[in-house]
């Protein structure tokens, strides 16, 4: 069986290691289309923070306790260039993570398109999951604020959402990533991530092509929620929801995604038992629901996840 | 006053050591002008050993004890790298000499030409010599050898100058670097540092209209001899003399560079001691020479060569 999942950085990684799980155990190939709004030219460099996140997470060389980048990092060379004030001071380049940096703008100065050079970059681990950027073109997320448009990093990392957004656009056209549209087409499952349903995910659904695929596929979709309880699990994504009027809630950001009978998305959603009373208001909106613990806290619980989206999308 | 010294790498920051030295207590200007021969694009990254290597010496920050790169050097990135097969294995890239190729090649990136990104890489410390490259087109050194052409760091780092070097030649067409030509010709005193008389002072010579300027400057040309009783000071410049059919003899570099009387570029070269009975000889060929203890092995010594160098323009 072949399973396509959507999804951002963080919380896309922990959930991709229980699909890996599941498809380890049961013989699937996965491919993960991975957001490229966050990404950016940063010293010269292209930093592609969803890839590299989802890449050392599966390979397990990601700093678990920090959230972010490598364990073991440095800033040997963050320190060389913040001396001359190149780079962002507010962002970090740590010196293992530059490696990667490095060596996938080599490859784009060459001319190799993003998806083949994070999939050159993953090669050197057996991730068990194929790394589809969702474009290979640059299609960089902006916040517009009442201050003036902002790098999404910048609102981000810098300012840590704090200025209120009015807007999110994606900066360039793009066109589907190699191999993104036959991953969707060819899926016999596709997942939504419980990623940030704005900026993450909304993200890859502005690529020219995609948004119509998932709509045109004939794998069930299922989506997972990022928001337990009214509150998002990670990071600043209740900024991001209300920038686009939608309510920090599971059932809302359902909604949002929309119905596939209605045109819409999903064919069933998943969301916390803290939320099941939310489950029939979701269903009576033609999305089949079902609540379950939903935390990606360790292996048991993020394979148990994983196993339950795909018997979702089966059943 | 105003002083213009032609530079390749390591012997010319020694050298120039010793001409700051002089500068600071009589309040002369330095203008280096330095080759770009050894530079290279390796791993996406514009790399300039020779710019590099002054630097840092005159910033003090150099490793004194290897010869080259940054003191307490580590090679973080430079281990990522190479699990990507990024880069060249036998070209060691540390992380904070990394700091620097990072911040030039994304300035030159955004249009910079090489010299203005020298020179702010340069403005972190007071130098008290302005760093001027020879040109700021790309104008690398390549080896011809039976075995193929190489790239000047391949031959000289890789093979350690084994593979025998028919020729050398200069890829590209260079102009000089902004200020260059304006350094020599408002120069009064011109100085060729003990650099490789091929592939660092020859590869100046060889951008445009730079050995014109020299032969039209006001100032006296005086050199110094990199070949110390038969033998190269460093590195296998022996190699490069040998492949242009020029003996290891401090006579021999003279006679290769010229006197000034006959379209050549020197008015005086200064030999070792050791190298005293070459001395009539050399002035016979219409070059005034001077016979003193030539090694740069420490301040004092520096700066005695350099007052040397300055007192035999002048005199």
Redesign the interface.
């Known amino acids: 069986m072949r399973i396509a999942v959507l999804a951002g950085g963080v919380g896309g990684a922990r959930f991709l290691l229980g699909v890996r799980d599941v498809a380890r155990r049961d013989g699937h190939e996965v491919d993960a289309i991975v957001n490229v709004g966050d990404d950016a030219w940063l ?3 292209r930093i592609t923070p969803d890839l590299d996140s989802i890449m050392y997470a599966l390979a397990g060389v990601n700093d678990a306790e920090r959230g972010w980048g490598r364990a073991g990092e ?1 800033e ?2 963050a ?3 913040a ?2 004030g ?1 780079g962002w001071p507010w962002f970090t380049l740590g ?2 993570d ?3 940096h ?2 996938r ?3 784009l ?2 001319g190799v398109p993003l998806g083949q050079a994070a999939r ?2 993953a090669a ?1 681990w057996d991730l068990g999951v194929t790394l589809r950027p969702a474009s290979d073109d640059a299609f960089e997320t902006w916040v517009v604020t009442d201050e003036g448009e902002l790098h999404f990093q910048e609102w981000w990392t810098r300012h840590r959402a704090a200025l209120t957004a009015r807007a999110f656009v994606q900066r360039g056209t793009a066109a589907p990533g190699e191999g993104v549209l036959e991953a969707i087409a060819e899926a016999d499952v596709i997942l939504l991530a419980p990623s940030n349903p704005v900026v993450s995910i909304g993200a890859i659904l502005a690529v020219r092509g995609i948004r119509e695929a998932i709509g045109g596929a004939t794998a069930p979709v299922v989506g997972l929620s990022p928001v337990v309880g009214g509150a998002v699990l990670r990071g600043m994504a209740d900024a991001c929801l209300t920038a686009i009027g939608v309510a920090t809630a599971a059932d809302a950001v359902a909604a949002h995604y929309g119905a596939r009978r209605d045109g819409g998305l999903l064919d069933a959603w998943l969301v916390d038992e803290a939320d099941a009373a939310l489950v029939p208001g979701i269903e009576a909106g033609g999305i089949r629901a079902r609540a379950l613990p939903l935390i990606l806290r360790d292996d048991a619980s993020r394979s148990a996840i994983a196993t339950a989206a795909i018997a979702a999308a089966l059943g």
Chains 1, 2 share one sequence.
Do not use: K
């Open positions: 010293a010269g460099l440095t040997r060379v320190g060389e260039l001396a001359w190149v010196d293992l530059l490696g990667a490095i060596a703008t080599s490859w100065r060459d050159r970059l050197r």
